[in-house]
């Protein structure tokens, strides 16, 4: 068997913690990297390393410190040569410490909740891409995905409002496309995808659920399977593709 290496950013919780669940559980995967500000503090993560001994690894990561990024990457190729997967599932659309609150109106536009989403949003996945590069870049299949959000395209902009999380989501999906473009180029064997998972139970939906109909509400593990499937089965066909959890295109 190939071994396969993965690793999850914002693992903590969330989709984030059902991706590293849901890897575990596949024979295929050799090792998980779970990656989060405070891998301590998190006790499912702590019970999955009981219970994978030598196949998980935790790793403190705040996607928006560029030198835990370079130690990550660093750690982890100490250990492999290469990586198979890389994915991001940090994300922020409300965070009361960083005075984060989606904006109905442009007059609640302020500067540093603004540079706060898109240091978690649109920073984390490009500056996760620049020193990731060398461990994904190889001679066999590789992916790179990052969740991203169907607010975040601007065709598909209908609605209004949110303008921070719109604005650092649609960032994160040129950066996305242009990752594509270059890996076209230079990385033959690499698949970059951005995933929109859909209404997912998590604290970052939990404020906003109450409109959502029951069935349209998913669980992580129904978003970490449909998400890791997709991520699984696409080809370099794909890079470069904005997908949603039931494997429709998102407009751009
Ligand atoms: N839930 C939904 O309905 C929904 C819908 C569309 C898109 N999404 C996207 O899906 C992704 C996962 O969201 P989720 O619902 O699983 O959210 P969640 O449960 O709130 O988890 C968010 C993750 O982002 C990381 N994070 C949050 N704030 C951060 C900060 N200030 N600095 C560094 N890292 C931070 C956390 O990492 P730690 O592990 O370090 O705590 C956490 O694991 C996000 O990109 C989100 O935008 C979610």
Known sequence: MTAQHFLVQGASRGIG???????????????????????????????LASAHPGRLTLLPLDITLEADIVRAAATVGERHERLHGLINCAGVLHDDALSLQPEKRLEQIDASA??????????????????FFPLLKHDQPARFATLSARVGSISDNAMGGWYSYRASKAAQ???????????????????????????????LSQPFQKNVPEKKLFTTDFVAESLLNI??????????????????????
């Open 17 to 47: 913690l059902a991706m590293v669940t849901r890897l575990l559980a596949r024979a295929d995967i050799t090792h998980v990297y779970a990656c989060s500000r405070a891998p301590q503090n998190s006790s499912p993560l702590q019970t």
């Open 114 to 131: 603004l540079d706060a989403s898109f240091r978690v949003n649109t920073f984390g996945p490009m500056l996760l891409a620049r020193h």
């Open 173 to 203: 999906n040129q950066f996305t496309r242009t990752f594509a473009i270059e890996a076209r180029r230079r990385a033959k064997q690499l698949i970059i995808l951005a995933l929109h998972p859909g209404t997912t139970d998590t604290a």
């Open 231 to 252: 991520v699984f089965n696409a080809t370099t066909e794909d890079s470069g593709r904005f997908i949603a959890w039931d494997g429709q295109d998102i407009p751009w």
